[in-house]
Nanobody
Framework: QVQLTESGGGLVQTGGSLRLSCVASGIIFSRNHMGWYRQAPGKQREFIATISSSGTTNYADSVKGRFTISRDNAQRTLYLQMNSLKPEDTAVYYC????????????WGQGTQVTVSS
């Protein structure tokens, strides 16, 4: 059974920082391309950042220079360091796992709420 469990969300003031974590089970973590997405109320889910199995990263323009995605394969954990947070970053943040060598997935976590107050 595949599980992606996000944590680290919360309420923070504008300019603050948060670090999100996503612990994975039931997948070959090191083989998966991992990503973070977010969904604000009334909006579509949007791409934030991805990190490939080899460590190549990609970011949405809206978070470039403020957010950093990283992974610890030994701990089967994906991270998102979020700095200089803005009210428009308020959303539910989701972890995503995609194995290019498997027909299963992609898989999603249940999400963690991030709220940035102005």
């Amino acid at each position: 059974q595949v599980q992606l469990t996000e944590s680290g969300g919360g309420l923070v003031q504008t300019g603050g920082s948060l670090r999100l974590s996503c612990v994975a089970s039931g997948i070959i973590f090191s083989r998966n391309h991992m990503g973070w997405y977010r969904q604000a109320p009334g909006k579509q889910r949007e791409f934030i950042a991805t990190i490939s199995s080899s460590g190549t990263t990609n970011y949405a323009d809206s978070v470039k220079g403020r957010f950093t995605i990283s992974r610890d394969n030994a701990q089967r954990t994906l991270y998102l360091q979020m700095n200089s947070l803005k009210p428009e970053d308020t959303a539910v943040y989701y972890c995503n796992a995609a194995d290019p060598y498997s027909v299963r997935g992609p898989f999603w976590g249940q999400g963690t709420q991030v709220t940035v107050s102005s």
